[in-house]
């Protein structure tokens, strides 16, 4: 799925990478546990979560994920941001909580399991 | 290639800035041409490895070496020590406090997941003098 689909079926802001947005993410992974985030495995994976700290993007960092969304209209501060430009990922906020924001996605095609 | 060996130091008690190091070697690794799914098991195993060391530790230092055939990672502290190493390894087990869990950290996965990703993980510890978690990731 590309990242503009994700924006639009979140109702998403995007905060970093409006420009990178044609980019395909083939699986998702909601979590507010890094270390279960670390337990997944996937290639080209969106991370839903509900944290905003660092992190959060250096987790998404060693995954070698594509893209952060933030669920319940959760904004992380610049620092954050910055961090996230640093390694290329792009970050979006969604009013979504998380339960229907995963739901959303996963009706439209969007699996955990590739 | 030429064996390589990098040495990072772990701040302890920052649990903002933990990472870093990880992030550091991840780039190393990348600039060194190893395959990808190599580059982020290691990265993964260093960063709870690190983790740890600031929540658990009061920071240490990790030595990395990559040779021919694998890369080595060792997480050294000297810092409590681990009790019951068994109890440790079982998923969900933690001591982290509430500074930890407030991060997303301290669910009891980070040695599980270290022994998940690695070929081979060994840890050494005495109560009192502190903790080095070695870890091998073939290439
Ligand atoms: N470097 C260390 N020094 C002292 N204790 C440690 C260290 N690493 C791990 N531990 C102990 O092992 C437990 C399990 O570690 P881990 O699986 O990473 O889970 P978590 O870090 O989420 O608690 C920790 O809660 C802690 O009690
Ligand atoms: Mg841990």
């Known amino acids: 799925m590309k990242l503009s689909e994700v924006q639009e079926i979140l109702r998403a802001d995007v905060l970093y990478g409006a420009d990178k947005l044609d980019r395909e993410v083939m699986s998702a992974c909601g979590s507010d546990f890094m270390s279960d985030v670390l337990a997944y495995v996937k290639n080209q994976a969106l991370l839903l979560t509900g944290l905003v700290n660092p992190q959060v993007i250096r987790t998404a960092d060693m995954m070698d994920m594509k893209c952060i969304a933030f669920v319940r209209g959760k904004k992380p501060d610049d620092s954050v941001l910055a961090l996230a430009q640093e390694r290329d990922i792009v970050v979006m906020c969604t009013p979504m909580r998380m339960y229907d924001a995963c739901g959303k996605l996963y009706i439209k095609g969007l699996r955990g399991e590739v | ?139």
């Open chain 2, 1 to 139: 290639m030429e064996p390589v060996k990098l040495v990072y130091p772990v701040e302890g008690g920052d649990l903002i800035e933990a990472g870093e190091a990880s992030s550091k070697m991840k780039l190393t690794l990348k600039k060194l041409g190893l395959p990808p799914d190599v580059i982020r098991r290691a990265s993964i195993c260093m960063y709870e490895g690190e983790i740890n060391m600031v929540i658990h530790a009061d920071g240490g230092r990790a030595e990395v070496d990559v040779g021919m055939e694998e890369i080595t990672i060792r997480m050294i502290d000297q810092g409590p020590g681990i009790p019951d190493v068994n109890k440790a390894m079982e998923e969900g087990y933690s001591t982290a406090g509430d500074m930890a869990r407030d991060l997303g950290f301290g669910a009891g996965m980070g040695l599980p997941n270290m022994k998940r990703y690695s070929d081979e993980m060994e840890i050494e510890t005495a109560v009192g003098s502190g903790t080095t978690v070695t870890i091998k990731i073939k290439i």
